[in-house]
Nanobody
Framework: QVQLVESGGGLVQTGGSLRLSCTAS????????MAWFRQTPGKEREFVCR????????YCAGSLGGRFTISRDNAKSSVWLQMNNLKPEDTAVYYC????????????????WGQGAQVTVSS
């Protein structure tokens, strides 16, 4: 199995940028499809972006308006989420997730999760 640790969260002003990192240990990252989700108190975990094992194909939620991008480097056992033009509604805990076989948009498609990184966008 794989263990995931997120980093790079913090406080940023509206319009700013942040880059979240997800570092994997254990089994090689290349064996997993990866995704980012986010969650705010009282709400369900929400899909943000996903990326195939090779990194050739990515997809992000349309509601993000192209502001976020996902990337990975299997040799570095890392996945990143670049977030630009941040808005207060982007405030959430962001989670990195790994899937062994499925490649979905819902949390139940993913087998392994990090502990989360808090992102706060001030207005």
């Amino acid at each position: 199995q794989v263990q995931l640790v997120e980093s790079g969260g913090g406080l940023v002003q509206t319009g700013g940028s942040l880059r979240l990192s997800c570092t994997a240990s254990g089994r090689a990252l290349s064996g997993y499809m990866m995704a980012w989700f986010r969650q705010t108190p009282g709400k369900e975990r929400e899909f943000v972006c996903r990326i195939t094992r090779s990194g050739e194909t990515t997809y992000c939620a349309g509601s993000l308006g192209g502001r976020f991008t996902i990337s990975r480097d299997n040799a570095k056992s890392s996945v990143w989420l670049q977030m630009n033009n941040l808005k207060p509604e982007d405030t959430a805990v962001y989670y990195c997730a790994a899937a062994e076989n499925r490649y979905g948009l819902t949390p139940d498609s993913y087998n392994y999760w990090g502990q989360g990184a808090q992102v706060t966008v001030s207005s």
